[in-house]
């Protein structure tokens, strides 16, 4: 059974740093594309950030872009996402997810990606 953990959520003020983790286990996932999706109460899950099988490949919302860093590392099946100069704006649940395929590329629509995590809330005071 697979099974995403997300860790690190919280409470901080605007311009602060915070660092997500998610990591997997049930099967290995060497292969395949992770991402980070973030979702408001009443609204869309929002694509975040989304890496290919070795990190050469990433890619980000334009909102987030310069200052989220997304990276994964195999040997702990993991995806974090270092998230710098917080805004109010990034307050949500944050939800990594992971392809059910191996591919080179990344994807970005949330309907690519098979395995979720329960999401861990990032809030940002003001």
């Known amino acids: 059974q697979v099974r995403l953990v997300e860790s690190g959520g919280g409470l901080v003020q605007a311009g602060d740093s915070l660092k997500l983790s998610c990591t997997a286990s049930?099967?290995?996932?060497?292969?395949?594309?992770m991402a980070w999706f973030r979702q408001v109460r009443g609204q869309e899950r929002q694509f975040v950030a989304a890496?290919?099988?070795?990190?050469?490949?990433?890619d980000y919302a334009d909102s987030v872009k310069g200052r989220f860093t997304i990276s994964r590392e195999h040997a702990q099946n993991a995806v974090y996402l270092q998230m710098n100069r917080l805004k109010p704006e990034d307050a949500a649940v944050y939800y990594c997810a992971v392809s059910a395929s191996t591919y080179s590329g990344i994807y970005s629509r949330a309907d690519e990606y098979f395995y979720w995590g329960q999401g861990t809330q990032v809030i940002v005071s003001s």
């Open positions: 890496i290919n099988w070795n990190g050469g490949l990433t």
């Open positions: 049930g099967r290995t996932f060497h292969s395949n594309p």
